[in-house]
């Protein structure tokens, strides 16, 4: 069965630390991932695909296929980061499946 | 705003009652998706179109629900005799989708029912 998993349900750091949110992911076969995000008071918005191998906003994210996870990661987090970060997952290309997300991991980022 | 439109932002409706969201997509969108989320969850899929056909549905989707997309460009999703667990936010994202190239998901502010 298709499942995103994200273990934190809330990450805490002080500004200027590392981020590291998690996303394990179940796919017999392999999907695209994505990490979206929504900040207070907006709407949900991509913030990177796997496909695209680019950092938004100072944050990347690596598919590790042998370990199924698309870690989400910055290394000095700012208190603009602070936000809802759901990983996301689709079939690829022609499979054209609809987004499954998980649970999401709000990240608070302090000074 | 050229983003995702819905209507209405929310809704407060009693139990028994039947409800009709509306969603207008980015207009050069071919496909359009319902989701719903509740407190604590992300969101989950209920169900899309690519043009007019509906093309997935899910099990989340009980007969009580019906979605339509007369001309393959707005939607509407309809929740016949709500029940109290149908109170969620209902979100729609339009994207476009060529051959193989799938762009990314653009979501609207979502529609808020709460059945009291």
């Known amino acids: 069965a298709q499942r995103v998993t994200q273990p934190e349900k809330l990450l805490s750091v002080f500004k200027g630390a590392p981020v590291e949110l998690k996303c394990n992911y179940s796919y017999s076969g392999s999907p695209e991932l994505f990490w979206y995000v929504q900040y207070s008071r907006q709407r949900l918005q991509l913030l990177l695909r796997?496909?695209s191998r680019e950092s938004i906003k100072g944050f990347t994210a690596d598919l590790n296929k042998g370990e199924t996870s698309f870690h989400l990661k910055k290394p000095f987090a700012q208190e603009e980061d602070s936000a809802m970060y759901y990983c996301a997952l689709s079939g690829p290309g022609q499979a054209g499946t609809a987004l499954i997300f998980g649970k999401g991991t709000t990240l608070s980022v302090s000074s | 705003d050229t983003g995702v439109s819905q209507n209405p932002r929310h809704k407060i409706t009693k139990r028994g009652q039947n409800v009709t969201f509306r969603c207008d997509p980015i207009?050069?969108?071919?496909?359009l998706y319902w989701y719903r989320q509740t407190l604590g969850q992300g969101p989950e899929f209920l169900t899309y179109f690519q043009n007019e056909a509906q093309l997935e549905k899910s099990r989340l989707l009980s007969d009580r629900f019906s979605a339509e997309r007369p001309k393959g460009s707005f939607s509407t999703l309809e929740i016949q005799r709500t029940e109290q667990g149908d109170s969620a936010m209902y979100l729609c994202?339009?994207?476009?989708?060529?051959?193989?190239?799938?762009?990314?998901?653009?979501f609207g502010n979502g529609t808020r029912l709460t059945v009291t």
């Open positions: 207009s050069e969108h071919n496909r």
């Open positions: 994202a339009s994207s476009f989708r060529q051959s193989s190239y799938n762009s990314p998901l653009h």
């Open positions: 796997h496909i």
